[in-house]
C-alpha cells in the first residue's frame, strides 16, 4: 500500500520561504516521477511541479522561477521549495508519487496523494 505524507506547511508573509516535504512508501521510489500540486479555495487543483525519476523537471507559469522542486531518493522524499511567496500562492498543497513523469505534465496521474498541507501567505 502506498502512503504519501506532506510536510512544512505554515503560515509565511509575502516575499518570505518555506520548504515542504513529501515523503513515500510502498512504492519504489526511485523509479517514480513525483509532482507537487496546489489547491485553492473555490480552484481546481493545479500542478505545480514535478521531477523524474532522472532529475528533469516542470514548473507551471505561475511558480517558475520562485520555486524549485528535488527529490532525494535515498530519504524516499521529494522537496518544493517555495521563494518570494505571494498571497496568491496560498492553497493546500498535495504530493503525488507513482504517476508517470509524462502524465503529470500531460494533465493526468495515476499516482497517490497525500493529505496535503496547508500554505498560507500573508499580505
Known amino acids: 500500500q502506498v502512503h504519501v505524507v506532506e510536510s512544512g506547511g505554515g503560515l509565511v508573509q509575502a516575499g518570505g520561504s518555506l520548504r515542504l516535504s513529501c515523503a513515500a512508501s510502498?512504492?519504489?521510489?526511485?523509479?517514480?516521477?513525483m509532482g507537487w500540486y496546489r489547491q485553492a479555495p473555490g480552484r481546481q487543483r493545479e500542478l505545480v511541479a514535478a521531477?523524474?525519476?532522472?532529475?528533469?523537471?516542470y514548473y507551471s507559469d505561475a511558480v517558475k522561477g520562485r520555486i524549485t522542486i528535488s527529490r532525494d531518493d535515498a530519504k524516499n522524499t521529494a522537496y518544493l521549495q517555495m521563494n518570494n511567496l505571494k498571497p496568491e500562492d496560498s492553497a493546500v498543497y498535495y504530493c503525488?508519487?507513482?504517476?508517470?513523469?509524462?502524465?503529470?505534465?500531460?494533465?493526468?496521474?495515476?499516482?497517490?496523494w497525500g493529505q496535503g498541507t496547508q500554505v498560507t501567505v500573508s499580505s
Open positions: 503525488n508519487a507513482g504517476s508517470r513523469y509524462s502524465e503529470l505534465v500531460d494533465g493526468e496521474h495515476s499516482g497517490s
Open positions: 510502498g512504492i519504489h521510489f526511485g523509479a517514480n516521477a
Open positions: 521531477i523524474s525519476s532522472g532529475g528533469m523537471t
